[in-house]
């Protein structure tokens, strides 16, 4: 490559390790791997393919992927590609380990790629096939979370039964792992030669390699089998004698068999009755010859065989090419970028070596799961730098509270785990964490403004061999966080049944939307004044298979979290202004109907709101200025909240603050928010018409500040004809409640509408309307 | 108002418009009026003064047209056939029966860009291939790392279908650019449209700086910053290297005015450079701000340039245009030049570049925008460049 530096394609690696290292799953592994590869090269194509299937590939339009001819490219039986918009293009490929898994590039034109250039990719193949690995083994310990314990005992032996066929694979990575942990090259280089041997039946075995000094001669670096009188390790022997020589100056792998082995072999000794040697490349340039000998009779090596010696050979090249920067690549990949502490690999890593080498009943690891607190406010309301700027600060002080010996890990986002090496039982533990807790709770200073945050933490001790006691934590972890941030909890057995039970939920609810389990009754919102039905609320229930129908307080809190609500929400939402819509147009009159639809906290943080509110008005027809939308007043003093409510009320919306009396809303912020609405709790209208004199204060402040800042007041909750009267008496002009009308479907909603909406002989016939059974009071 | 138009006897016609009359629905209609020259229009792409109120301008053009598929950006000045202007509203438009159009937008979710550049690239399957096929992409350069709007858009549409386009602007505000899509005024969004002709489209892409000095390696950078160069504060060397003038170490809007004619080049294998724009530095951390990836472990070179190398450039970007049409004579171009070369040109030398645009396509019309980054993806993959003229030949 002309005018490139020779450093190039280690910092392509680096570059390709760094990148790759940082994917969280198989799929963005695959995909980052196969365009940084095709980036790298400047080539139009690449693609990964295994067991005679494309699993990624770019170049081709999506829809067009030439299956057939990258199968056969890859297989090497296609001189070119033929690449729609480019023409034709020269292919390189690359081993993805021992499965016939393959990385494919193809680029414009007829000059064929470099040595350096596809030893490039090879290095990248081997960067991704232990990437893969890991991920892999990540994907299953994920698994396993989810999973109960049955699947769990299924997916370990698939893991074992993978793990045996993959024995060459862990070989090699735990060569890479030797380098990685910066063992003395020679150390790594007898590695490979101990490999080669154990997976080659070999019986003896030769690394020797040019010496720098003497390029005439060739030094022995590393040896097994042979006697060590004859073949100490750092004797010489001319360059070009034996196998190995012979290796060196051809720069391909070489094999013999039977007598021809005997007449010639020097390099693993004359009693030989085959041998093999392949090539050891230093920044591009041959340097040494990795080779292997049989003293059985009729010992033949499969192409197999052959293709196993070449990836050993491969190892020694990097080992000898890369190692210092190979070295300073993994170390990157394995430790978090921002905040420099190992990431969640490493971390796994060195749990399993403190479980592994576990010793005293009163010197056992244990994890500390930490989780923080408000981060995502930090991050929402002074940008992703200032929440960089703290996580870097967590990392320190974390790093500051824990003992020589302990780990302490981002896994991503805002979460920590710390390994704690020997603890004498959990009141260390304890102890630890809440030192941990202590040095988070002093504020933090970011760009110059004092923040405060908690965290929460899950502790995990196992008491026994085969316990999971990462995941064990982390579900610690969210009992801590449910029961309050800012709190430590230690794991029991109890945990995991609730947490299986959370899972069960969320399950159930993403079958719920994908099955629409979900439908809407409707209650009418009433004029105190003439009984007229002006409006509807729309309320969510959810028809669950075993537990009968469901009101949203059982299972909102879950779609929140989950994110289910979003397409919840706009199917409430969608159902909703459809319905309304159709009453509107058919019933006729002015005013329209209103009607009314409750939003949660999510889904006002959701910055496509606005868009997805537009798109359902725009498609159901409903006239934007009668759809009111309903937010809790917690959500009110959300700042968010502000912004997304001026943008719903732009657009045409009204905005109504549920449960009015029963939150902190202040006054300043009921003023300066866009409202038009505020709807009195139940509480305050419960207490009116019982014929007690203070009866009423608390709803006549409500209708009184509602007036004074010219808003509407709608009473909930109203069951008894005094009551409405009474509300009616203070100003308050319109109503709902079981005493107008029960939530009711649609169809039902609809004939009342149909019927004239509700004078007073209609309010009581919706009075008698079949109530929807086990809704509470609304 | 101007108009300049090209019509072929295969029936494929190219019409720029343009309108500096200040109320937005005077110069929506004026510039569409005039673009809309022929009959059967595919096509509008709308270049236009992000002062202006977009939602009027729109309403304006699509009265015109009735209606024709629109894609269009703000910018930090249009180009048109007669020169370049600032405020004013350029609308291009693409007709006949030789043409084919698709359109799509995408709003950039949750920062992710690449899903953008996926979704808009879906178009192109609804375009049918005939002669050439380009997918013209305009998108917020102000949203995050641009070259992942274009490995989106080539996961979907591959190497069949080059990538061409430009990063909205606001004139150096470096606030909020706006997408243009159909009748829809869009924020932090990718716009695209697939263009088909039964002619050919040539993309000729140049940018006319030389390198300073040694390379530098890139040993810390993340999420568009470079925090050190050969393992020392970015700044420090980059200060060493190029020497700036007093104010441009202390004050940063000195600073950025400085390196919009210093930028970065990232070494490729073929020798040749990607540049970057320097966008700011932060005289605390001494780190380097950027608006595309530069990453670690790579290789790059500070660069300067002149006004005699970048009108060099220009010709190149235009002789390589043309050469792609195969012999045919262009019916127009677009022309997606970094607002950095205005930088560099002043007024006078952006009178002149466009004059040299124009001139080398043989009197053909002229549309385009000063950007905050220019999309070009014809041989490999990467397609993103900064501080760089693409220039797109239509025939």
């Given at each position: 490559m002309p005018g490139i530096g020779e450093s190039w394609s280690t910092q392509q690696l680096t570059e390709f390790v760094t990148m790759v290292g940082a994917c969280q799953d198989e799929e963005a592994a695959i995909r980052d791997g196969i365009e940084r590869a095709a980036e790298a090269l400047e080539a139009e194509v690449a693609a990964v393919i295994r067991d005679g299937d494309v699993l990624a590939s770019i170049g081709f339009p999506v829809s067009d992927v030439p299956v057939a001819k990258l199968i056969l490219a890859a297989g090497e039986e296609l001189p070119a590609l033929d690449v729609p918009g480019v023409g034709s293009c020269v292919v390189v490929v690359a081993e993805l380990g021992d499965d016939g898994g393959r990385l494919l590039v193809a680029r414009h034109g007829q000059e064929c790629f470099s040595r350096q250039e596809a030893n490039l990719l090879r290095g990248m193949a081997r960067v991704l096939t232990l990437t893969l690995q890991s991920l892999h083994t990540l994907a299953a310990e994920r698994l396993l979370r989810i999973q109960g314990e049955r699947q769990a005992q299924e997916n370990a032996e698939l893991l074992r039964t993978l793990r045996e066929r993959q024995a060459l694979l862990e070989r090699l990575s735990r060569i890479q792992r030797s380098i990685v942990r910066r063992a003395k090259l020679e150390t790594v280089l007898d590695t490979i030669v101990a490999g080669a041997s154990e997976l080659l039946r070999a019986d003896a075995v030769s690394l020797r390699m040019i010496d720098?000094?003497?390029?005439g001669s060739m030094v022995l670096l590393a040896v097994r089998g042979l006697d060590p009188e004859r073949f100490p390790v750092g004797s010489r022997a001319p360059l070009g004698d034996g196998i190995a020589g012979r290796t060196i100056l051809a720069e391909s792998l070489l094999v013999v068999h039977g007598d021809h082995a005997k007449a010639r072999e020097v390099s693993v000794g004359r009693d030989v009755t085959g041998a093999m040697s392949a090539p050891v490349v230093e920044n591009g340039r041959v340097v040494g010859a990795l080779t292997v000998g049989s003293r059985e009779s009729d010992r033949i090596y499969t192409d197999t065989e052959q293709e196993v010696l070449l990836a050993f050979a491969e190892h020694a090249s990097l080992a000898l090419t890369d190692s210092k920067n190979f070295d300073a690549a993994v170390h990157r990949a394995l430790h978090d970028l921002l905040t420099g502490l190992p990431n969640r690999a490493l971390f796994l890593d060195h749990l399993e070596e403190a479980v592994t080498h576990t010793g005293a009943p009163d010197a056992r690891p244990a994890v500390l799961f930490l989780d923080l607190d408000g981060f995502k406010r930090v991050n929402d309301s002074m940008g992703h730098a200032a929440g960089d700027e703290l996580l870097i600060e967590v990392a320190r002080r974390l790093t500051r509270c824990i003992r020589p010996g302990d780990t302490a890990a981002r896994f991503g986002g805002d979460e920590f785990a710390i390994l704690l090496d020997a603890v004498a039982g959990e009141d260390e533990a304890n102890s630890i964490a809440e030192r941990v807790m202590s040095s988070l709770r002093k504020p933090f200073v970011v760009q110059s403004k004092e923040v405060a945050i908690t965290a929460s933490v899950g502790i995990a001790v196992p008491s026994g061999p085969g316990e999971d006691v990462l995941r064990d934590a982390d579900i610690a972890m969210y009992h801590a966080k449910a029961a309050g941030k800012g709190r430590v909890a230690t794991f029991d057995p109890g945990m995991h049944t609730d947490l299986l039970e959370r899972l069960g939920l969320e399950a159930d609810l993403a079958r719920g939307v994908t099955d629409d389990e979900f439908f809407l009754v409707y209650q009418p919102i009433v004029s105190l004044e003439s009984g007229a039905v002006v409006g509807v609320e729309a309320l969510l229930r959810w028809r669950h298979p075993t537990r009968g129908v469901l009101a949203p307080d059982s299972f909102l809190a879950t779609a929140e979290e989950t994110g289910l609500i979003h397409p919840i929400g706009r199917r409430t939402l969608r159902h909703a202004c459809t319905d309304a819509a159709r009453w509107q147009a058919s019933v006729g009159g002015a005013p329209p109907l209103l009607l009314a639809v409750n939003l949660s906290v999510n889904q006002l943080r959701n910055p496509d709101l606005v868009a997805d509110v537009a798109g359902i008005l725009s498609e159901s027809g409903l006239q934007r200025e009668t759809l009111i939308l309903e937010i809790t007043e917690t959500m009110l003093m959300d700042d968010l909240g502000g912004q997304a409510l001026w943008r719903l009320k732009e657009f045409g919306a009204q905005i109504a603050v549920d449960d009015f009396g029963t939150g902190f809303s202040s006054l300043q912020y009921l003023s300066r928010l866009p409202i038009d609405i505020l709807k009195m709790a139940k509480p305050f209208v419960d207490g009116l018409g019982t014929g007690r004199r203070d009866e009423s204060p608390l709803a006549r402040a409500i209708v009184d500040v509602g007036h004074s800042l010219g808003l509407e007041v709608i009473a909930e909750g109203i069951e008894r004809e005094e009551q409405a009267a009474h509300l009616h008496r203070l100003g308050c002009r319109l109503g709902q409640g079981y005493f107008f009308a029960r939530p009711a479907e649609a169809d039902a909603i609809g004939a009342l509408l149909a019927a004239g909406g509700m004078t007073e002989a209609r309010a009581r016939g919706a009075r008698e309307l079949q109530p929807w059974r086990g809704t509470s009071s609304a | 108002m101007s108009a300049t138009s090209i019509e072929t006897e295969q029936r494929r016609w190219f019409a720029v418009g343009q309108s500096n009359a200040r109320d937005p629905r005077i110069a929506g209609d004026e510039a569409a009026a005039a673009a809309l020259s022929g009959d059967d229009a595919q096509l509008l792409v709308v270049f236009c003064s992000h002062t202006h109120d977009l939602e009027r301008l729109l309403e304006a053009i699509n009265r015109r047209s009735g209606g024709v598929p629109l894609i269009g950006c703000s910018t930090a000045g249009e180009i048109a056939t007669h020169g370049p202007g600032d405020a004013g509203v350029v609308v291009t438009a693409l007709g006949g029966p030789g043409f084919s159009a698709s359109t799509a937008s995408a709003h950039i979710a949750a920062d992710d860009l690449r899903a953008a550049g996926a979704e808009v690239a879906g178009c192109v399957a609804a375009c049918p291939e005939r002669g050439g096929r380009v997918l013209l992409l305009l998108t917020d350069g102000l949203a995050g790392d641009q070259q992942e709007v274009v490995r989106g858009a080539y996961s979907v549409v591959g190497a069949s279908t080059p990538l061409v386009g430009g990063c909205a602007g606001d004139d150096l505000e470096m606030r909020l650019t706006y997408q243009l899509h159909n009748d829809r005024v869009l924020t932090h969004a990718v716009v695209g449209a697939a263009l088909s002709s039964d002619g050919a489209m040539g993309i000729g892409v140049r940018h006319g700086w030389r390198r300073v000095g040694e390379p530098v390696l890139v040993t810390r950078s993340a999420n568009n910053r470079v925090y050190t160069l050969n393992d020392r504060r970015a700044l420090d060397v980059y200060f060493e290297h190029l020497d700036p003038p007093a104010d441009a170490r202390r004050d940063p809007a000195a600073f950025t005015r400085y390196a919009l004619r210093h930028p970065l080049g990232l070494q490729r294998r073929s020798g040749e450079e990607h540049v970057r724009f320097v966008g700011e530095a932060d005289f605390e951390d001494g780190s380097l701000g950027f608006i595309a990836e530069v990453p670690q472990g790579g290789l790059a070179w500070f660069m300067e340039g002149d006004e005699d190398s970048v009108l060099a450039a220009t010709d190149a970007a235009c002789t390589d245009a043309l050469a792609s049409l195969q012999g045919s004579s262009p019916l127009g171009a677009f022309a997606f030049d970094c607002i950095a070369r205005r930088g560099i040109l002043g007024d006078a030398g952006i009178a002149a570049e466009i004059e040299r645009v124009a001139k080398s396509t043989g009197g053909a019309p002229v549309s385009g925008f000063y950007t905050y980054g220019e999309i070009a993806r014809t041989r490999g993959q990467s397609g993103f460049h900064n501080q760089t003229l693409v220039v797109l030949a239509v025939a």
């Open positions: 720098p000094q003497d390029p | -």
